[in-house]
């Protein structure tokens, strides 16, 4: 599991007269609430419909019956997981989680405590499912942090599989605990040796009591009236001090999120005279576009928009597929449509107002909240709601009734580009299942690229083509299903390469670049040539290799991919171009001896026919300038 970010103050807390989430620690109505303990970053948000229909559709496929029994508000928060996991509160407390889990490719319940008393207390539990029963003898040992052993099984539901989730019941049918199955039911009853059950939370059975429900949102709204007025007039005063002081026109960033929506509403009742701006990248949602022209009738604004076209699948075989470390589709369908759209509306350029949130990642947690836009020319960028959580955005909204992105009811939690390689393997899955065509598009690309890499179908089923150098847990699932995550190399004979056009702050500081040779690239010869030492101090690992020289950065992926950072885009450029032909000229040496004269410091030698940069190399690059395959293959 990835490590919780603590970007912000945890704010949630639960009114108990009220029943609903509360922003502060004194509801609307008077009554002190109780904080409820949440992973960070703590960007709680309302649980729609098909959300909680999904956590009923789980709790009855894995247990036999549903979570959540009535109508009442459930508040769901996204922690860090390998893919897509929310916590699940409802009534105050955190009750389960949700995750999609990859090895399986499938959603799953995890239940807490409170949770499986829901269920399982006052219940039958011959008529659930998943339940593992245990003897009076071995209770105090699971409650002391052992796993339940077989032998120490009473009895237990036979339809459960290994790796399922399960509810560890007591001699007399209460809940003790809840964790993983390390073997099936019919094992479990066999009463053989080894570990039944990994118990993740355990503790001595007591009753719970369940609060009435029938709360709606709306309650909640009128709960959090003090803390959302607070919030929204400390945004009234900053755009108003910004657009007084920025002597600019004012202009408002509407993406179709509901992020966007709460600024352009803040600013509406700040502002007379503002533009919208709208970069359709060609590879937005319909219901997205749609959103953007209802938005801006109801608004009555004028609206400076651009598209995209078919820019993103007139690129993607010269890059490849976009990924999390090399994402050459912002600069192709955004950055530079944006950079164009201020230049040809605004003559001085534009104050902008959008919807960053410092929830949302380390980068903006980081970010100012006014700031020099610095790949988009003649632009002030200022984040009215940085300091917003999802709630205080969704209660704003419910507030005013908004024009919402239907998306969010879809089950989508983030609303951008469809084919975005920051979006999780759940939402891919969710896309076949909402906008089929669009997502077999997407998977018939990936499926030929694999092909052309030689990489299997189950690298794109996985969501593995989503990174250039896969994290350690997803490496660990690539390992355990055994798929090959290294591409194949192929007839190298012609190599192009191509570089994204403008050039953006990467979050380790700096400017990036991004560019990617047709083909994939055999990072052992590299290793055995030592070639990319001419740019700058290698080092290897699987799948890519680093180059450094002083500020300057780059990785070269196997896939072909290669990026690049330094401190100026002429920096990156520069650096880009010598990893490139480096690249090159480990890839077609002939042995023809000329960079062997160019070294000043004699360190490349011959060996079977190529040129060997040796230990000691100073980066100097003069072997680069003489080399044939820079002058004619290039």
């Known amino acids: 599991m990835s490590k919780p970010l603590y970007l912000g103050e945890l704010l949630l807390y639960w009114c108990p007269s009220c029943n609903v989430p509360v922003l502060g620690k004194e509801?609307?109505?008077?009554?002190?609430?109780?904080?409820?303990?949440?992973?960070?970053?703590?960007?709680?948000?309302?649980?729609?419909?098909?959300?909680?229909?999904?956590?009923?559709?789980?709790?009855?496929?894995?247990?036999?019956?549903?979570?959540?029994?009535?109508?009442?508000?459930?508040?769901?928060?996204?922690?860090?997981?390998?893919?897509?996991?929310?916590?699940?509160?409802?009534?105050?407390?955190?009750?389960?989680?949700?995750?999609?889990?990859?090895?399986?490719?499938?959603?799953?319940?995890?239940?807490?405590?409170?949770?499986?008393?829901?269920?399982?207390?006052?219940?039958?539990?011959?008529?659930?499912?998943?339940?593992v029963s245990i003897d009076a003898g071995a209770e105090k040992f699971i409650l002391g942090g052992a796993s339940v052993l077989a032998p120490g099984i009473k009895d237990a539901d036979p339809s459960i599989d290994l790796q399922d989730e399960v509810v560890v019941l007591t001699h007399d049918g209460r809940v003790l605990g809840t964790g993983r199955s390390r073997m099936s039911g019919e094992q479990m009853r066999e009463k053989g040796k080894g570990v039944g059950v990994k118990v993740r939370f355990k503790e001595e059975p007591r009753e719970i009591t369940v609060p009435e429900g029938g709360q709606t949102w709306a309650d909640a709204v009128k709960a959090n009236e003090i803390f959302m007025d607070d919030f929204i007039e400390r945004s009234h005063k900053f755009i108003k001090n910004v657009s007084s002081s920025v002597d600019r026109p004012a202009t408002v960033s509407y993406s179709g999120g509901k992020d966007s929506l709460a600024v352009l509403h803040l600013v509406s009742e700040c502002l007379d005279d503002y533009d919208l701006l709208f970069a359709d990248t060609g590879i937005e949602f319909p219901e997205t576009v749609q959103n953007v022209h209802d938005v801006v009738e109801f608004y009555g604004k004028p609206l400076n928009m651009i598209s995209s076209g078919e820019a993103f699948w007139d690129s993607v075989d010269n890059f490849?597929?976009?990924?999390?470390?090399?994402?050459?589709?912002?600069?192709?369908?955004?950055?530079?449509?944006?950079?164009?759209?201020?230049?040809?509306?605004?003559?001085?350029?534009?104050?902008?107002?959008?919807?960053?949130?410092?929830?949302?990642?380390?980068?903006?947690?980081?970010?100012?909240?006014?700031?020099?836009?610095?790949?988009?020319?003649?632009?002030?960028?200022?984040?009215?709601?940085?300091?917003?959580?999802?709630?205080?955005?969704?209660?704003y909204i419910f507030k005013n009734d908004l024009l919402y992105n239907p998306l969010y009811e879809e089950g989508f939690d983030r609303i951008g580009c469809w084919l975005c390689p920051s979006c999780s393997v759940a939402d891919l899955v969710r896309l076949k299942e909402t906008h089929p065509e669009m997502e077999k598009k997407l998977n018939d690309y990936l499926l030929s690229y694999a092909e052309r890499m030689g990489l299997p179908e189950e690298w794109v089923e996985h969501g593995f083509w989503r990174w250039k150098n896969l994290p350690p847990q997803l490496k660990e699932v690539a390992k355990k299903k055994d798929i090959s995550i290294i591409p194949e190399c192929s007839n190298e004979?012609?190599?192009?390469?191509?570089?994204?056009?403008?050039?953006?702050?990467?979050?380790?500081?700096?400017?990036?670049?991004?560019?990617?040779?047709?083909?994939?690239?055999?990072?052992?010869?590299?290793?055995?040539?030592?070639?990319?030492?001419?740019?700058?101090?290698?080092?290897?690992?699987?799948?890519?290799?680093?180059?450094?020289?002083?500020?300057?950065?780059?990785?070269?992926?196997?896939?072909?991919?290669?990026?690049?950072?330094?401190?100026?885009?002429?920096?990156?450029?520069?650096?880009?171009?010598?990893?490139?032909?480096?690249?090159?000229?480990?890839?077609?040496?002939?042995?023809?001896?000329?960079?062997?004269?160019?070294?000043?410091?004699?360190?490349?030698?011959?060996?079977?026919?190529?040129?060997?940069?040796?230990?000691?190399?100073?980066?100097?690059?003069?072997?680069?300038?003489?080399?044939?395959?820079?002058?004619?293959?290039?």
């Open 27 to 131: 509801c609307s109505c008077g009554t002190a609430t109780t904080q409820v303990t949440i992973t960070p970053p703590g960007d709680i948000r309302p649980a729609f419909a098909y959300e909680i229909d999904l956590i009923n559709k789980l709790s009855v496929e894995q247990f036999n019956a549903p979570l959540i029994t009535d109508d009442r508000v459930v508040v769901l928060n996204k922690s860090p997981y390998d893919d897509r996991m929310d916590e699940i509160i409802i009534d105050g407390e955190v009750v389960g989680i949700i995750r999609f889990e990859l090895e399986k490719l499938k959603w799953v319940l995890l239940l807490r405590l409170n949770g499986a008393r829901r269920i399982f207390d006052n219940a039958d539990h011959m008529a659930l499912k998943s339940w």
């Open 320 to 395: 490849g597929p976009p990924s999390v470390e090399v994402r050459w589709c912002c600069k192709v369908c955004k950055l530079g449509p944006i950079t164009q759209i201020i230049d040809d509306n605004y003559e001085n350029g534009c104050l902008t107002f959008i919807g960053q949130r410092k929830y949302e990642s380390s980068t903006r947690a980081k970010s100012e909240r006014v700031w020099k836009n610095p790949w988009v020319g003649n632009q002030v960028a200022a984040a009215p709601i940085q300091n917003w959580t999802a709630m205080h955005v969704w209660l």
């Open 493 to 634: 004979n012609d190599l192009n390469f191509s570089v994204t056009s403008g050039y953006r702050p990467c979050k380790q500081g700096g400017i990036s670049a991004e560019g990617a040779f047709d083909g994939p690239i055999d990072l052992g010869k590299l290793e055995l040539t030592g070639m990319l030492e001419a740019a700058g101090k290698a080092s290897y690992m699987e799948g890519v290799s680093m180059v450094t020289k002083g500020e300057d950065r780059a990785q070269v992926f196997a896939s072909g991919s290669v990026t690049a950072r330094s401190d100026s885009d002429r920096g990156a450029r520069k650096f880009m171009k010598k990893v490139e032909l480096s690249v090159r000229r480990a890839v077609f040496c002939s042995g023809c001896g000329v960079c062997v004269g160019k070294c000043p410091q004699g360190l490349i030698k011959m060996k079977k026919g190529l040129a060997i940069i040796r230990e000691g190399c100073t980066h100097c690059g003069k072997c680069i300038e003489g080399c044939p395959v820079v002058k004619f293959n290039s």
